[in-house]
Antibody
Framework: QLQLQESGPGLVKPSETLSLTCTVS??????????WGWIRQPPGKGPEWIGNVYYGGRTYYNPSLESRVTISADTSRNQFSLKLSSVTAADTAVYFC?????????????WGLGTLVTVSS | DVQMTQSPSSLSASIGDRVTITCRAS??????LNWYQHKPGKAPKLLIH???TLQSGVPSRFSGSGSETDFTLTISSLQLEDFATYYCQQSYNAPQTFGQGTKVEVK
């Protein structure tokens, strides 16, 4: 059974870079069948899509975050990662990683539990 | 970006009730509309994709309908395990966007 697990610091200082890793088990990320994505949910708000990484390293980002976001994949470790630079308090959120499928529309069919990241000095 | 507006933002219901949640898109999204269930401390769960396709393993009391801008998630007979927050998501226009959520609580 496919499982995804987020890991990384729960507290980041303003202006620094948030770094999270998603470890995938029960399936390989090195496949053309799926994209692998990050979604976040600020307290009291709906989820926000951050971006996806695809086979071969191709990436797609939300334009609202694109200048600060980098998503990459490490197929040897079956992990993909998120880096968000120059964070502010507005970046405080629960961050989820997920697998994106397609048939016939795109949807996230497997998610991690999420990890809370707080931006504070 | 496409704005997704869910209503109501919360509702109170009893076991066995029929529950309907609506989601309206600010632009036409065809049938590229998905529904998720989220409980505190759990991973979000895909219920419905492509507006009306029940995800494998999801009970048949859940159903989805609609197209273009107006969509509905229906729970035909609410069960104890259905108390949660529900989100719609459009994946027709980039960036994909989510609704603000509908919390289903015990009456």
């Amino acid at each position: 059974q496919l499982q995804l697990q987020e890991s990384g610091p729960g507290l980041v200082k303003p202006s620094e870079t948030l770094s999270l890793t998603c470890t995938v088990s029960g399936g390989s990320i090195n496949t053309k069948d799926y994209y692998w994505g990050w979604i976040r949910q600020p307290p009291g708000k709906g989820p926000e899509w951050i971006g996806n990484v695809y086979y071969g390293g191709r990436t797609y980002y939300n334009p609202s975050l694109e200048s600060r976001v980098t998503i990459s994949a490490d197929t040897s470790r079956n992990q993909f990662s998120l880096k968000l630079s120059s964070v502010t308090a507005a970046d405080t959120a629960v961050y989820f990683c997920a697998r994106r499928s397609y048939s016939p529309s795109y949807y996230f069919d497997h998610w991690g539990l999420g990890t809370l990241v707080t931006v504070s000095s | 970006d496409v704005q997704m507006t869910q209503s109501p933002s919360s509702l109170s219901a009893s076991i066995g009730d029929r529950v309907t949640i609506t989601c309206r898109a600010s632009q036409r999204v065809s049938t590229a509309l998905n529904w998720y269930q989220h409980k505190p401390g759990k991973a979000p769960k895909l219920l419905i994709h492509s507006a009306s396709t029940l995800q494998s393993g999801v009970p048949s009391r859940f159903s989805g309908s609609g197209s273009e801008t107006d969509f509905t998630l229906t729970i035909s007979s609410l069960q104890l395990e259905d108390f949660a927050t529900y989100y719609c998501q459009q994946s027709y226009n980039a960036p994909q966007t989510f609704g603000q959520g509908t919390k289903v609580e015990v009456k």
